[in-house]
């Protein structure tokens, strides 16, 4: 079946500008989850929701970020004010929430804020 | 001190021979362990996942977990060139739905 989607792939934008990434879990997916992965270092928690629970923003850094899950699907991640130490590949998971499961990766998007 | 840490390397290793990646973590109350594999420019895909103490195969793949040491370790026998990737060790604290906390990785190259 489809994997996890996101889009856009590659968006560049001017620093103080807002963008809006989106994923698109795989189908029957309760949970979703954003990371960041900045140039040569590993991955960076930034939220995640699980069904109809409270979502955990505890990795987001700064109240310039912010996320929404629509429908208990599809995700946008917002960055409002972007500055260039945004910029970053942001990579969305999705997961079935079981005991001992799998969170499988989109192919993120490229963001570079020049 | 890092929560997960792993060599960066690059970590050089003839075609054939044994790789063997190490990942020490902090949080003694973690649970859950994986180690995925990223080729440049690609998004992280799970190779193993471990939960409990000892060995865990898989094909040519063994992950080691102790936690009383607070390490996890991944074997990968008989390496191809195609096992040449960015190895990610991941932690969880608890078993189900969760944030992991990933390490920087550690760059494999495994030479013809």
């Known amino acids: 079946g489809a994997g996890v989607s996101q889009s856009p792939s590659n968006k560049v934008t001017e620093k103080g500008k807002d963008v809006e990434l989106r994923c698109d879990p795989i189908s029957g997916h309760t949970a979703l989850y954003w990371y960041r992965q900045s140039l040569g270092q590993g991955l960076e928690f930034l939220i995640y929701?699980?069904?109809?629970?409270?979502?955990?923003k505890s990795g987001l850094p700064s109240d310039r970020f912010s996320a929404e899950r629509t429908g208990g699907s599809v995700s946008t991640l917002t960055i409002q004010r972007t500055q260039q130490e945004d910029s970053a590949v942001y990579l969305c998971?999705?997961?079935?929430?079981?005991?001992?499961?799998?969170?499988?990766f989109g192919p993120g998007t490229r963001l570079l804020v020049l | 001190q890092k929560e997960v840490e792993q060599n960066s390397g690059p970590l050089s290793v003839p075609e054939g021979a044994i790789a063997s990646l190490n990942c020490t973590y902090s949080?003694?109350?973690?649970?859950?362990f994986f180690w995925y594999r990223q080729y440049s420019g690609k998004s992280p895909e799970l190779i193993m996942s471990i939960y409990s103490n000892g060995d865990k195969e898989d094909g040519r793949f063994t992950a080691q977990l102790n936690k009383a040491s607070q390490y996890v370790s991944l074997l990968i026998r008989d390496s191809q060139p195609s096992d040449s990737a960015t190895y990610l060790c991941?932690?969880?604290?608890?078993?189900?739905?969760?944030?992991?906390?990933f390490g920087q990785g550690t760059r494999l190259t495994i030479n013809p």
């Open positions: 991941a932690v969880g604290r608890g078993r189900g739905a969760q944030k992991l906390v």
């Open positions: 949080d003694r109350g973690s649970q859950s």
């Open positions: 998971a999705s997961s079935l929430a079981r005991t001992e499961e799998t969170q499988y």
């Open positions: 929701f699980q069904g109809n629970s409270a979502p955990d």
